[in-house]
């Protein structure tokens, strides 16, 4: 009974340590940034691929018909540039495509790193 008792508080500890994790990058992109972006250019996608947007111009990336207003942006794509862009894309670049933001800090920060990590 004690090494029952024992294991369902280690069950429950390492539970609690998970859930309090930060979020994966490649996690949050799977869940929230992958139903329109891929990481490498594939047709179909509403969104233009994102492996190496870090230090890419916006509106630049081959095979993707950005809006004007992206085109115009001219801004070359920083952790923070990014960061305010996912924050809030049509405040950012009115009348960019990209409608929904993302509104936890948290997880804008792990995919940015992520997608810092990956190169074109």
């Known amino acids: 009974m004690k090494q029952s ?13 998970a859930a309090a994790a930060p979020p994966s990058g490649q996690a949050v992109f799977e869940q929230r940034c992958s139903i329109c972006h891929s990481l490498q250019p594939a047709p179909g996608k509403m969104g233009p691929p994102l492996a190496g947007v870090v230090g890419r111009k916006a509106g630049t990336a081959s095979g993707y018909a950005y809006s004007s207003a992206m085109k115009a942006y001219g801004v070359t794509w920083t952790p923070e540039a990014l960061d305010a862009f996912v924050k809030a894309p049509g405040k950012t670049v009115p009348g960019t495509k990209m409608l929904l933001g993302a509104p936890d ?3 804008r920060a792990a995919v940015i790193q992520y997608l810092g990590s990956l190169k074109k």
């Open 5 to 17: 008792l024992m294991l369902a508080a280690a069950l429950i500890g390492a539970a609690t340590s």
């Open 105 to 107: 800090a948290e997880q």
